[in-house]
């Protein structure tokens, strides 16, 4: 038996006056009420607990393999003679160089007497390269192995 239905019991058995007995009595059905509502906070707050806990969970997994990920596309970068040269898993493990701008993969020409390594995305990122670029692999060779 809970505190009001022993309430509820005394109401009866002590000598008030109706009113009284009235108004304890609202007052004792407005208690149940609360009573009931946090019964229902508890369960709801049960709920979100389980509920945060999986979010948790979830957000460690994600993190864990975002550092995988992270991990197996780490680069070194380099920039030598004003070209950004990276060298890493999407490179094959070799250096590559690459627009210091736009981080495109740079091209080279090497065609004419006057070779030149240059953006590919001319239209947008507007580095020009070197104009001059006799040995862009005597650069390469610079780089740590």
């Not at 709920?47 to 680069?75: A, G």
């Not at 030149?116 to 507007?126: A, E, L, M, S």
Request: aromatic residues 6%; charged residues 30%.
């Amino acid at each position: 038996m809970n505190i009001i239905e022993t309430a509820r019991k005394a109401l009866v058995e002590i000598p008030v006056s109706d009113i009284l007995r009235e108004r304890l009595s609202l007052a004792l059905e407005y208690a149940a009420d609360l009573e009931r509502q946090l019964e229902a906070c508890k369960t709801a707050k049960a709920k979100l607990e389980v509920q945060l806990e999986n979010v948790c969970i979830d957000r460690d997994k994600k993190s864990e393999r975002i550092q995988v990920i992270e991990k197996s596309l780490e680069e070194t970068v380099l920039i030598n003679h004003g070209v950004e040269f990276r060298k890493g898993k999407r490179t094959s493990g070799k250096w590559m160089a690459f627009c210091p701008k736009c981080h495109l993969p740079a091209g080279y020409h090497g065609i004419s007497d006057d070779p030149k390594i240059f953006c590919p995305d001319t239209g947008h990122c507007g580095w020009c390269g070197i104009e001059t670029c006799n040995d862009i692999y005597a650069w390469i060779r610079e780089l740590p192995k």
